[in-house]
RNA sequence: GCCUCUGUAGCUUAGCGGUGGAGCGGUCGGCUGUUAACCGACAGGUCACCAGUUCGAUCCUGGUCAGAGGCG
């Protein structure tokens, strides 16, 4: 088995991830590395911040330097010089940038770069592509629809979803075998944020063999409640047993509560990208470093972060690096920011050991949002995971007359 | 002293006889499976000053002031 589990408090679950590169502590967040490259760091900087993890994509890096030259180079661990767990993204998620989509096929996806040049891609190819980057953990090539289609768009995407799910697993099942790789699958469930469709959903995906199964297409544009109701729905639908990864979500007070709903994995751009642009992470809400209340203030970005950023520099010079552009200022905040994840996995993982993650959760969450920090959070957390258990058996799987 | 050129937002500058745009800078905000050191909103101008021509001048004419260059 790839996955343990130690711990329960609720939903919430502290396990291990067991991957060819070593082991991944769960509940975990990984920096994005799209391009082979966590933005202003190194994979030693990576590893210092505490991570276990980080996902790469495998349509990007197939458009630059591409995929031969990277296993020319000796895969992807090598090219970057990081050793531990690597994700790879399919290239699913590109489906929804303009810049990238050329046509959707029931084939596969028709891309184009920015050179004009057309790249089509196939659940077949995803998953060749993946394992020839040499990821420690693949994912499924899907279909995600925008948020707010119309009901026929999402069942289309969905379906489609379905079939590419089979396909890759079958190609990966094959091919892995062939390679001798020991990569593992984690499928995609779609369903926008239609709590009906995101049950079909959830429930296929579900109930095919992969090693970890992942709620696609959310965190797109909807509304908290409405992402939570799904991530809810999701999590009573997946099996206890393997790891569940909510992909894209990365603000602090979001991740907190969705590993109150029993998620795992999660990965986004939003803390190096917030922190690039100069919004850091603090206990109390998300500061602008640039405002020039900023400019002569000789303290840490908060007192107590053991961050190296914070041990060594001030908001004055944070405020300045990052105003006149100066590359040093994008990495010592992205540190910053990534440290303050890797800090808060740690919490919360102590705190489910302890069974004191309800507690620990309100308390982040009422300092998070003191600040001027927009509240968009209603439920109370505690109420509603002891619910679960109810709502469990009340819950019945729609009977879906599908194909 | 004479000649030429220039004068528009904090800075660098478009522009046209019918009451002015842009970039940078400023303030504020947004970034959530990243081709994004990015994107957005707002603020900020008696178009150097005075007179004239004109229905109407930032624009045309004359003068004043300031700056740059050239000739003495």
Not at 100 to 120: A, S, Y
Not at 121 to 147: K, N
Not at 249 to 278: E, Q, W
Not at 380 to 392: D, F, G, S
Request: proline fraction near 3%; charged fraction near 25%; glycine fraction near 10%.
């Amino acid at each position: 088995m790839s996955f343990d589990i130690h711990y329960e408090d609720g939903l919430a679950r502290v396990g291990s991830l067991h991957t060819a590169s070593g082991t991944v502590t769960t509940p975990f967040f990984m920096p994005v590395a799209s391009k082979g490259s966590v933005k202003a760091l190194e994979g030693k900087d990576i590893e210092a911040l505490g991570f276990e993890s980080i996902i790469s994509n495998s349509f990007i890096l197939s458009l630059s330097p591409g995929i031969d030259i990277v296993q020319d180079q000796g895969g992807i661990h090598s090219f970057m010089h990081f050793s531990k767990t690597i994700f790879t993204d399919s290239g699913g998620f590109q489906v929804l940038s303009k810049d990238f989509l050329l046509k959707k096929e029931d084939c596969g996806v028709f891309f184009k770069d920015g050179h004009g040049k057309k790249h089509f891609f196939t659940p077949e190819v995803s998953m060749d592509y993946q394992l020839a980057l040499g990821s420690d953990v693949a994912m499924t090539f899907d279909d995600v629809a925008h948020y707010g289609l119309s009901g026929k768009e999402y069942v289309d995407a969905i379906k489609r979803t379905h079939r590419w799910a089979e396909r890759c697993l079958e190609h990966h099942k094959k091919r892995r075998e062939e390679l001798g790789s020991k990569q593992l699958l984690f499928g995609i469930a779609q369903g926008g944020t239609s709590k009906e469709y995101r049950r079909f959903s959830t429930h296929k995906i579900g109930s095919l063999d992969f090693d970890g199964y992942a709620l696609g297409g959310l965190v797109i544009g909807e509304s908290r409640d409405e992402l939570f109701e799904n991530v809810y729905e999701s999590v009573l639908h997946l099996p206890r047993e393997k790891p569940r990864y909510l992909m894209g979500l990365g603000s602090p007070p979001d991740i907190v509560r969705a590993v109150g709903y029993g998620v795992d994995c999660f990965d986004s751009i939003y803390p190096t990208s917030n922190a690039r642009h100069g919004s850091l992470f603090t206990p109390t809400g998300r500061i602008m470093i640039k405002k020039r209340v900023f400019k002569n203030d000789s303290g840490p970005i908060f007192e107590g972060c053991e961050c190296h950023t914070c041990k060594h520099y001030s908001r004055s010079y944070l405020h300045h690096l990052l105003r006149t552009h100066e590359l040093l200022g994008y990495r010592l905040a992205t540190i910053h920011n990534l440290h303050f994840m890797s800090q808060l996995m740690k919490d919360l993982r102590e705190a489910i050991r302890k069974g004191e993650y309800t507690s620990f959760a309100n308390s982040f969450l009422e300092q998070y949002f003191s600040g001027k920090e927009k509240k968009e959070f209603s439920s109370n957390i505690a109420m509603r995971y002891k619910e679960e258990e109810e709502r469990k058996a009340a819950t019945i799987l729609l009977d879906w007359k599908q194909e």
